[in-house]
Every structure is written in C-alpha cells, then in structure tokens.
C-alpha cells in the first residue's frame, strides 16, 4: 500500500493552487458572496487553464479540492458547468455527446442535473414532473427546485416520469431538455446561507416540446442512471469538503498564530487544532479509497456514501472550530464564509441522513464490514 501521490499529480495540485490563489481574490470572492452573482469571467480562466481534466478523474478530484480549500464557493462555481456530464458520458448516444457534451467540454456552454422537486430532493422516485409521448416528441410539465446553474445553464439532464409503474423508480427517464425550449422558464433563487456564488433556480416546464431523440437511454431507467451519476459525483462532494475542512483548518491556525505565541500555546487551541487535523487526514483516506475503487472502474456505494457523509461533516465540524478558537477575528471575513459555505455538503447529492441509510442497508446486506 503506498499513500503518495504520483509525482504528476503533486504538480497538477501545485497548479491548481497556484491559480486558486493568484485568481480567487478575496475581493471577486466577498462581490460574489454579497451579491449573490455567478463568477463568469473566473470560469473562463479556469477552463483555459485547463483545470478539469476530463481524462483524469484523479485531476478532476485534486482541483475541486483545491479550489475549494481557498474558497468553496468560487469553487464550485467553476466546476459545476458540467455537472450531470457524466449521465450523457456513459447513457447518452452519439448524436446526445456531440450536440449536448462537445460544447460543454470545449468551455462553450454550461450544463445542469435537474432532479430536486419542490415536493423534496431525497424521495427520488417520488417525483412527479411528468413527461408524455406524442409523436416525434415529449411534452413535459412539472417543475424542479434547487437546481444548480439553473439560470444560466444552456442545457438539464432532467429526470420525469414516463409512466406509472408499481414500482415508482420503474417509470423514471432522463431527457436533455434546452432552457430555450418555449414553456421553459427559470427563477433564480436568491438568499441563499452559503456558496452564494454558485447559481440556483427553480425551473417551470409548462408544456415543453422535448425532441424524442433527447431521451437519454432506454425509457424507465432514469432512476438507474441518476444513482449511477450520484456514486460518481458524491467523491467530488467528498473532495469539496475536504478542501473546505483543509481551508479552514489551515488559515483559522495562521490567524490564531497572528494572535500571540501565548493565544496559540494555550491547550484548548491545541487540542481544537489536533481534532481538526486528524479529521481531515481520516475523510482524506476514506476519500482518496472510495475514489480508488470508482476511479478503477469498481465502484463501491457503501465507501462512497461513507466518504461523502464523512468529509461533509468534517468541513462543517472544522469551520465551526475554526471561527471558534478564532472568536472575534473568526466572525468575520473568510472563516466566516467557510462556515457558511460549508452546510450545503451536508445537503446536497445526498443529506447524511440518506447516505447513513444507504450505509446501513448495504451493510445489513453484506453482513457488516470486510
Ligand atoms: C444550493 C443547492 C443546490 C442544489 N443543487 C441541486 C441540483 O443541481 N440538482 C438537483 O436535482 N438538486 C439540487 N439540490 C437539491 C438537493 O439535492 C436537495 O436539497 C437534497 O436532496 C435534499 O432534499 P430536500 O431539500 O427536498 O429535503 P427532503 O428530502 O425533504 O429532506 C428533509 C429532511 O428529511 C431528511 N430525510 C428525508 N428522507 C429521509 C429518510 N427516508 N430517512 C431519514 N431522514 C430523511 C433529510 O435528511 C432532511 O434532513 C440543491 C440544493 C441546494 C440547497
């Protein structure tokens, strides 16, 4: 067992940080934050600088991490056009890949997952936007809440029903659906607690013509495709809260280092700092191991879901101790945002409660751990 990194890999993190760093001025991330506003100059820059490398999910995983632990909301921000490329990648057919994926991958258009309902995210197969064959086409109408790049995505893989089967998750399919589509309309949600940066809508499809050749895969396996996509992105959610607790960890001790030898010495500080690193280093592993076996193309959900619950935890539990053994200087300025940022790793694809279950359930199955 060998835990270093492939030289090739430290310097693709020394990039990326390098960029975070020089890029991420806590001037654009404070506008971003207070004014809510998408970062569309700082996506350009990111994908010329060619930091999510497609042919390398190791790549992809060490720049979320690493833009994040400078600031997760500019983070995600400008790594989420893609987010949902992965169901085209592997479900979608040739012409689906070069009308919808081409130009995301070329940094042309910006994508979204649209799933979440205003009825509730978790119960993936209770939602009820519905989609119905007539012709050449589907005609959609419902509407998704929550969704990221929903204002300024070109394009949604979007999960509806397409029939009503025993099992509910049996008539869920997956469609491309063009948010110039007529019936399409978009909301901006606005006030968010955290990762301001990043762009949410809900989204209205009242009688939305979608071509029939936008069914992505079969029909009836949306719900198949949705958890295949959730057991690959969860790693990246996993990544963003390990560099959100890095972050963090790392800059609440450089401030408490600039309060005095005699505030840093003091043991409750220390004992804050410990618990923080040991933390970080234990989601790290669980991570980095979860990835191991996705990245080998022998996914294992129940690693996933442990490392997402994990890491989430532990960017909240950081940033809390971070502002706490920082107290005044805490409250403001970036701990403060981290702290903000943080909680939605513990929401999005997937709250702890729902990876906990999925935890359980596969554990019961096999009979507990290996
Ligand atoms: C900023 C932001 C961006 C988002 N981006 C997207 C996006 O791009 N695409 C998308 O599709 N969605 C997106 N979401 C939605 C997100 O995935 C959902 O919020 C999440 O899945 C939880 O769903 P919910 O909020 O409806 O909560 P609910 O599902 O209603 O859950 C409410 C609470 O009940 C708990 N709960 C639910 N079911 C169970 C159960 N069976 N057992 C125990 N506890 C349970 C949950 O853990 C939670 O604490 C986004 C959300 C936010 C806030």
């Given at each position: 067992?060998?835990?270093?990194?492939?030289?090739?890999?430290?310097?693709?993190?020394?990039?990326?940080?390098?960029?975070?760093?020089?890029?991420?001025?806590?001037?654009?991330?404070?506008?971003?934050?207070?004014?809510?506003?998408?970062?569309?100059?700082?996506?350009?820059?990111?994908?010329?600088?060619?930091?999510?490398?497609?042919?390398?999910?190791?790549?992809?995983?060490?720049?979320?991490?690493?833009?994040?632990?400078?600031?997760?909301?500019?983070?995600?921000?400008?790594?989420?056009?893609?987010?949902?490329?992965?169901?085209?990648?592997?479900?979608?057919?040739?012409?689906?890949?070069?009308?919808?994926?081409?130009?995301?991958?070329?940094?042309?258009?910006?994508m979204g997952l649209a799933v979440t309902e205003p009825g509730g995210g978790s119960d993936v197969a209770g939602i009820k936007t519905r989609a119905t064959l007539e012709g050449d086409h589907y005609v959609l109408n419902g509407s998704k809440m929550f969704i990221t790049?929903?204002?300024?995505?070109?394009?949604?893989?979007?999960?509806?029903?397409?029939?009503?089967?025993?099992?509910?998750?049996?008539?869920?399919?997956?469609?491309?659906?063009?948010?110039?589509?007529?019936?399409?309309?978009?909301?901006?949600?606005?006030?968010?607690?955290?990762?301001?940066?990043?762009?949410?809508?809900?989204?209205?499809?009242?009688?939305?013509?979608?071509?029939?050749?936008?069914?992505?895969?079969?029909?009836?396996?949306?719900?198949?495709?949705?958890?295949?996509?959730?057991?690959?992105?969860?790693?990246?959610?996993?990544?963003?809260?390990?560099?959100?607790?890095?972050?963090?960890?790392?800059?609440?001790?450089?401030?408490?280092?600039?309060?005095?030898?005699?505030?840093?010495?003091?043991?409750?500080?220390?004992?804050?700092?410990?618990?923080?690193?040991?933390?970080?280093?234990?989601?790290?592993?669980?991570?980095?191991?979860?990835?191991?076996?996705?990245?080998?193309?022998?996914?294992?959900?129940?690693?996933?879901?442990?490392?997402?619950?994990?890491?989430?935890?532990?960017?909240?539990?950081?940033?809390?101790?971070?502002?706490?053994?920082?107290?005044?200087?805490?409250?403001?300025?970036?701990?403060?945002?981290?702290?903000?940022?943080?909680?939605?790793?513990?929401?999005?694809?997937?709250?702890?409660?729902?990876?906990?279950?999925?935890?359980?359930?596969?554990?019961?199955?096999?009979?507990?751990?290996?």
């Amino acid at each position: 067992m060998d835990f270093a990194m492939d030289e090739k890999y430290e310097e693709h993190r020394k990039k990326v940080r390098d960029f975070a760093k020089k890029e991420f001025t806590e001037k654009i991330a404070e506008d971003c934050d207070t004014g809510e506003k998408y970062p569309e100059e700082l996506r350009r820059k990111a994908f010329e600088a060619g930091l999510m490398d497609f042919t390398d999910p190791w790549k992809i995983l060490i720049t979320i991490e690493e833009l994040c632990s400078v600031d997760e909301s500019l983070g995600v921000a400008v790594t989420t056009p893609y987010f949902g490329a992965e169901v085209l990648m592997l479900f979608g057919s040739d012409y689906l890949k070069e009308k919808y994926l081409t130009p995301v991958n070329t940094g042309k258009a910006i994508m979204g997952l649209a799933v979440t309902e205003p009825g509730g995210g978790s119960d993936v197969a209770g939602i009820k936007t519905r989609a119905t064959l007539e012709g050449d086409h589907y005609v959609l109408n419902g509407s998704k809440m929550f969704i990221t790049n929903g204002s300024i995505a070109n394009h949604f893989v979007l999960l509806a029903r397409t029939s009503d089967e025993e099992k509910k998750h049996h008539g869920l399919s997956c469609f491309v659906v063009e948010s110039t589509f007529e019936g399409f309309k978009a909301n901006k949600l606005k006030g968010k607690m955290g990762v301001r940066a990043t762009d949410t809508a809900e989204l209205q499809l009242n009688n939305v013509k979608v071509p029939k050749e936008n069914l992505i895969g079969e029909p009836g396996k949306g719900f198949y495709y949705i958890m295949t996509f959730f057991n690959i992105s969860r790693i990246y959610v996993a990544a963003q809260g390990l560099g959100v607790a890095k972050g963090a960890l790392n800059l609440s001790m450089s401030v408490a280092k600039n309060m005095g030898e005699s505030y840093v010495s003091q043991e409750s500080v220390q004992f804050e700092i410990s618990e923080m690193a040991t933390r970080f280093e234990a989601a790290r592993l669980l991570t980095y191991k979860a990835a191991s076996f996705l990245f080998n193309f022998n996914p294992n959900p129940t690693l996933t879901s442990m490392a997402k619950f994990y890491a989430a935890e532990t960017a909240v539990f950081c940033t809390e101790r971070s502002v706490e053994i920082t107290g005044m200087n805490g409250v403001f300025g970036q701990l403060e945002r981290f702290l903000r940022d943080a909680k939605i790793l513990e929401i999005w694809e997937g709250t702890s409660e729902v990876e906990k279950l999925i935890i359980a359930r596969n554990l019961i199955k096999e009979g507990g751990v290996s």
